[in-house]
């Protein structure tokens, strides 16, 4: 069960008072879920900073672990709202200071893992002080990003905070619409507000970031979105569909949802062409599977630009077991271990 959405204001606990715990994230694709349950099957669980995974609904879309890896390696934050429920940072900040000393009590390592970088930064660094998400102006700008691209969000944002403006990358589309998205739903320039810079004193965490070479990513990002055709990714939409959800649900906008649904708008799609038995080999649902695919890989390279901003941490390729195995210890053999 979720519990109230916290604005920036309502303040963390204290950090000295969590246990220490493991921070990992990385991209889409890059097999965090693999490598944390060979190196820590049985003696860990995961705190799921995935702002996707936490719906019910969603499913083979978002790649939750099965339940052989929950079984081995048991997550948190997983299948706790409906789609209808709004999910931020605040409270995935809340929730996770909540579950690390309970983690920590019946000894096991705590760790936070996934790739909503946002969520990420919000539990190391803290909260900033800008107003929380607002869904119906998020909506708006992302509808305006979908169908002119970033370069007139950009100009927008020159003109009512130029500061902003310098600092944003014109491909990172999350800060973009976030700092129009302040812009509009306070008045006030998202530059004007605090932002902070660094790991919250006292908070003991030692932090990965999982990475791969790009094209060895994309692959596996094209694969994967394969995989979840095979897997009824389609039956799974049309299931969400003839339930009553469409884009205007925050899940049903994420990727790997949004392709599906655009298209059965647009007509490009019907229901029965999701249910046929070979429903793989429809024209339109290439086009569909390409459309995630490369919207997938657009994502990816947006998450490895805003945990750029993460400067504490160690960079580890995704398949290389010994190296973080050997940096957590370390870091638990000099803390309070639980």
């Known amino acids: 069960m979720s519990g109230p959405t916290i604005s920036a204001s309502t303040p963390a606990s204290n950090p000295e008072s969590l246990p220490p715990f493991l921070c990992v994230f990385g991209p889409t694709g890059t097999g965090k879920t693999e490598i944390l349950l060979r190196a820590f099957a049985g003696r860990a669980e995961v705190i799921s900073a995935d702002s996707m995974q936490v719906y019910k609904q969603l499913n083979i879309g978002t790649a939750k672990p099965p339940p052989r890896v929950l079984r081995e390696l ?21 929730q996770t200071e909540q579950l690390l000393p309970e983690i920590a009590a019946r000894g096991k390592i705590p760790i936070v893992s996934g790739g909503t970088g946002f969520y990420i930064r919000a539990l190391l660094y803290g909260l900033p002080e800008a107003p929380p ?23 927008e944002l020159e003109q009512v905070d130029p500061v902003s403006a310098a600092k944003i990358n014109v491909a990172d589309h999350y800060r973009l619409v976030r700092a129009l ?15 902070p810079e660094s790991i919250r004193p ?32 389609a039956e799974e939409v049309l299931g969400l569909a003839r ?18 649904f655009d298209a059965l708008e647009e007509g490009v799609l019907t229901p029965e062409s999701l249910q046929s038995a070979g429903v793989s080999e429809s024209t339109a649902v290439k086009e569909v599977v ?16 805003f945990f750029r901003s993460i400067g504490e941490a160690i960079g580890i390729h995704a398949d290389d077991l010994q190296s973080l195995v050997r940096v957590a210890s370390s870091f638990f053999s000099d803390t309070d271990r639980p």
């Open 133 to 155: 998400s607002d869904p119906e102006h998020r909506q708006r700008l992302e509808a305006r990003l979908a169908q002119a691209g970033a370069e007139p969000l950009r100009k």
């Open 181 to 195: 998205e302040v812009y509009s739903s306070s008045g006030r320039p998202r530059s004007s507000y605090g932002v």
């Open 202 to 233: 006292g908070l003991r965490a030692i932090v990965v970031n999982l990475n791969r070479p790009r094209p060895e990513l994309y692959a596996r990002i094209n694969a994967r979105v394969e995989t979840m055709l095979e897997a009824g990714l």
């Open 243 to 260: 339930a009553g959800y469409s884009t205007r649900h925050a899940g049903i906008r994420s990727i790997g949802y949004k392709e599906f």
């Open 74 to 94: 048991p997550h948190h934050l997983i299948d706790t709202l409906s789609l209808h429920e709004a999910y931020d940072a605040g409270s995935f900040v809340r």
């Open 290 to 305: 390409r459309l995630i695919q490369r919207n997938s890989r657009h994502y990816a390279k947006r998450q490895m630009l």
